[in-house]
């Protein structure tokens, strides 16, 4: 597969898994249960991901599975059956007496909740899977849901790492792409999340919403800069299939409203030298950190060179033991499945050995450097022999370099990072549909 179209089109284009999640089937789910009754791989660290799908708003370019039109007892009912989801996990072989590494609160919007919700769900969690141990427990947020008691009782909950959904600066900006805030909200949220003392703060900036421009971005980069947050993350926007704005082009032939890929990654491109400018390192090829110190990102780092993670929540992902599931994605049968008290699985797929060493190998890529000697140990392969002609192909075209050991990518392979993975996909998943 040839690098992306410099087009914005619809589909996938950010790379979270392999295989590709079209592939996964509700007849692998024997699979799944299986492994969930047998214990764990030794020394295999575990994580849990909350998924909480409440958001006061849908963005226009979200595809995630969110819900804005829930009422309080709605609310409530989730995070009844959330709790329990964990609850069954922790009597399983695959959980029970565990410690949890890692903790991610994701969303849609987790500062959506109550101080009272959020504290009556910690307390159901921490006694089912203690997680006050946990080395990062990370949490969304979207600056107009903070107050200055929820921001304090987050950090009182536990929370490490708390990351703050800024996207852009420009009011018209944000209220055009369908966000809930707007830009005075992110400075007032700002100065409560620095005065509660978090160990990290991170803030989320998307490349190439629609109506961005040079002056703009600019501007969006500087203000960033004076945050001074321990990390930042910037997504070049895609159009996956379920966004409003992919529907609109896929149906009534909208012209599709977004910058082409080159000029997103010139964004991002003069973020990461701006950023390098005072301080800052890459730490993959959409994040930029201050120091390493305060700069880690267990949570990902972890799920990107194979451990296990439990996902909860409707439509979250799990990888547990090496087998890749998913839970039901519509809303009644995940309330009901928890409620009967079963675990509300969709689909799975349980890679083969190469797959998975396929899987970690270009997760790794997109930290902007990979040591060959790490699979040669783990998996028991030579990646530069196995996957000569990808190599060849991405050092011609000026992508990576090779030398010794490690493959590095230049800063043009970093901004296409996700492009150059289908490479080394396995035929039958090159082309396919992602999701």
């Known amino acids: 597969m040839s690098l992306v179209a410099e087009k914005t089109e619809v589909g996938s284009y950010f790379i979270a898994n ?44 979200c595809y995630f599975r969110v819900y804005t039109d829930k009422a309080a007892r709605d609310v409530e009912t989730y995070l009844g059956v959330l709790a329990r989801e964990a609850e069954i996990y922790s009597g399983l072989p695959i959980a029970a007496g565990r410690v949890l590494d890692f903790v991610y609160f994701g969303g849609g919007t987790p500062s959506f909740l109550s101080v009272r919700q959020l504290e009556s769900l910690v307390q159901r969690l921490d006694a089912a899977m203690p997680w006050r141990n946990a080395q990062e427990v990370t949490f969304e947020c979207e600056p107009g849901t ?30 055009s792409n369908g966000r809930a805030h707007l830009s ?42 004076e945050l001074q947050p321990d990390s930042v993350t910037i997504y070049q926007m895609e159009l996956p299939f379920n966004t409003v704005y992919s529907e609109a082009i896929r149906h009534d032939g909208t012209p599709t409203p977004v910058a082409d890929w080159a000029t997103k990654r010139a964004w991002v491109g003069y973020a990461f030298s701006e950023l390098e400018a005072v301080g800052y390192r890459v730490s993959s090829a959409y994040t930029m950190v201050r120091d390493s110190e305060h700069g880690k990102f267990r949570y990902r780092d972890s799920l990107w060179h194979g451990s296990d993670m439990i996902g909860t929540g409707v439509a979250s992902f799990s990888h547990v033991s090496g087998v890749h599931y998913q839970n039901v994605d519509a809303w009644a049968d995940y309330i009901e499945r928890l409620e009967r008290g079963e675990l509300p699985l969709g689909r799975a797929l349980t890679p083969t050995p190469r797959q998975r060493l396929i899987r970690e190998l270009i997760l790794q890529l997109k930290l902007g450097e990979i040591d060959a000697a790490y699979f040669r140990t783990k998996f028991g392969s030579d990646i530069l022999e196995e996957f000569a002609p990808a190599w060849r192909k991405w050092q011609d075209e000026q992508m990576l370099t090779v030398s010794g050991n490690r493959v590095h990518l230049t800063r043009d392979g970093l901004l296409r990072a996700d492009g150059l993975l289908p490479e080394f996909f396995e035929a039958p998943h090159r082309g396919a549909r992602y999701t």
């Open 184 to 225: 005075a909200e992110v400075f007032r949220a700002y100065d409560w999340i620095r005065a509660a003392g978090f160990p990290q703060v991170n803030i989320d900036l998307i490349a190439g919403m629609v109506g961005e421009t040079w002056d703009n971005w600019r501007d969006c980069v500087r203000k960033t800069i």
């Open 146 to 175: 903070l107050s200055k008691p929820k921001v304090d009782a987050l950090r009182q909950l536990g929370v490490t790492r708390l990351s703050l959904g800024v996207e852009n600066f420009n009011d018209e900006i944000l209220e």
């Open 18 to 61: 392999y295989p590709p999640f079209s592939f996964w089937r509700p007849e692998h789910l024997a699979e799944a249960r299986a492994v969930l009754e047998r214990p764990p791989r030794p020394g295999t660290p575990l994580g849990l991901y909350l998924h909480i799908p409440f958001c006061r708003k849908r963005c226009k370019f």
